[in-house]
């Protein structure tokens, strides 16, 4: 996927989110984030934690003050796939959001659990695959992907994919198709897709509907 074949969009504003409404509070939230998930990493630094990488806050942090200044989300259940420090999560939940995590590395799940611990908010997390039986069909040209379908994780959480009305994804290279085809299986009509790219930019797009494809609404960043 690139961006030629988006619209791209107005780039990153300040905008509300957390409690007081003030750009100073929500700066500090973002920084205080910021530095509990790097001091976080470098705990997991000696463990095998394979190919992790954060998304940018700032970046992601724009994408959903966009998507509430816009009045694009349908609902507030806010899913995060492959959520690893819980950073995003952890963003989506100080805008209010019901937030759930799903994350196949274990250690990851426990670090983002006492991740949201420590900047204050609340969060869900679970430990497997967002992947559901019947997606291996998805994953034939993903290198990255790990082969792992099932459905403990929504269980776990008592989650529905399709009562999901935002989901968030950072793709590996390559994968950027896979996501938004499991999307479109998933998804119910109106759910929203975030997925993360390359130069910390953030494609909003929205499910139309069985048989239709994304609409992309806006790139953020």
Same mark, same amino acid.
Do not use: K, N
């Given at each position: 996927m690139s961006e030629s074949d988006h619209p791209r969009g107005d780039g990153p504003f300040?905008? *509300?989110?957390?409690? =007081? %409404?003030?750009? =100073?509070? !929500?700066?500090?939230?973002?920084? !205080?984030?910021d530095a509990c998930a790097r001091q976080a990493l470098e705990s997991l630094s000696g463990s095998?934690?394979?190919?992790?990488?954060c998304s940018d806050v700032h970046a992601v942090d724009a994408a959903l003050s966009c998507v509430l200044d816009k009045d694009f989300a349908r609902g507030q #259940?806010?899913?995060?796939?492959?959520?690893?420090? %819980? #950073? +995003?999560?952890?963003?989506?939940a100080s805008h209010s959001f019901d937030v759930y995590g799903i994350e196949i590395q274990l250690e990851l799940v426990n670090a983002a659990r006492e991740l949201v611990t420590e900047v204050g908010v609340v969060a869900e997390f679970a430990h497997g695959s967002f992947l559901l039986p019947g997606d291996e069909s998805l994953l034939d040209k993903c290198d990255q992907t790990r082969a792992v379908v099932s459905g403990d994780a929504y269980k776990e959480l008592?989650?529905? @994919?399709?009562?999901?009305?935002? +989901?968030?994804?950072? @793709?590996? *290279? %390559?994968?950027?198709?896979?996501?938004? !085809? #499991?999307?479109? !299986?998933? &998804? &119910?009509k109106g759910a929203l897709l975030l997925t993360y790219h390359e130069n910390s930019r953030v494609l909003v797009q929205r499910h139309m509907g069985a048989g239709r494809e994304l609409m992309p609404l806006q790139w953020v960043g």
């Open positions: 300040d905008g *509300p989110g957390d409690a =007081g %409404g003030e750009a =100073g509070s !929500r700066t500090e939230f973002l920084s !205080r984030l095998q934690i394979e190919g992790f990488v #259940v806010f899913c995060e796939w492959g959520s690893g420090l %819980g #950073v +995003v999560s952890a963003m989506a008592a989650l529905a @994919p399709e009562s999901c009305d935002i +989901v968030f994804a950072y @793709p590996w *290279p %390559g994968e950027e198709m896979m996501i938004d !085809r #499991v999307f479109e !299986r998933h &998804a &119910a």
